[in-house]
């Protein structure tokens, strides 16, 4: 007869006891899944070739329409890194005219001729005048002040007013438009009265 051994060999199974602490089996979440979805592609893959069998389409012309399709979707989806890009540029470019409309106005109330204001707008230094998208109005001034200080002759002057200017004498018989001298006599009978 075959004796019991009292101590239990570590290469055999303890067998459970039966009752109420039985173990739950453990299952692989991850594997469970990959199962699943793969089970799932499977048969996409089958009811797509029995779908394009049915339209007469062989396995070939079936990628080639695939094939189509992939470069069809991939054409319509948009770009979300350049449509960004372009919207940066357009906000880049609507702040800059909205900082010229600023500084010629700034540099007409400062006196600049209207001729000379895009002079001006090219050496004046913008850079510090947007501030979190927005202008800042006493930097715009400084910056257009700053161009005029150190070339004062963008101002408008008397001389290079805008209007209507003299030209030639003023036609009182005198080219230099000076009054005529009061000593010459200016009666009828004298003929050389300049």
């Not at 453990?26 to 996409?44: H, N, P, R």
């Not at 002040?145 to 290079?160: E, F």
Request: proline residues 6%.
């Amino acid at each position: 007869m075959a004796e019991t051994n009292p101590t239990p060999n570590p290469n055999e199974t303890q067998p459970t006891p039966q009752g109420n602490n039985q173990q739950t089996p453990s299952f692989d979440y991850d594997k469970l899944a990959s199962l699943i979805t793969g089970k799932q592609s499977v048969t996409e893959d089958t009811v797509l070739k029995s779908y394009f069998k049915e339209q007469g389409l062989s396995a070939d012309e079936m990628k080639q329409a695939i094939g189509a399709f992939k470069e069809q979707k991939a054409k319509n989806t948009p770009d979300i890194a350049k449509m960004q890009s372009e919207v940066e540029s357009a906000n880049n470019a609507k702040l800059t005219a909205e900082v010229n409309q600023s500084a010629t106005l700034e540099a007409v109330k400062q006196g600049v001729d209207i001729a000379t204001v895009p002079y001006v707008l090219k050496m004046a230094d913008f850079s510090a005048v947007i501030t979190d998208g927005k202008i800042n109005t006493e930097k715009l001034t400084e910056a257009v002040k700053k161009v005029l200080d150190d070339i004062p002759a963008l101002k408008k002057t008397a001389d290079n007013s805008v209007g209507v200017q003299k030209i030639g004498g003023d036609g009182n018989g005198t080219s230099d438009g000076t009054k005529p001298n009061s000593s010459v006599p200016t009666k009828k009978w004298n003929r050389f009265n300049i």
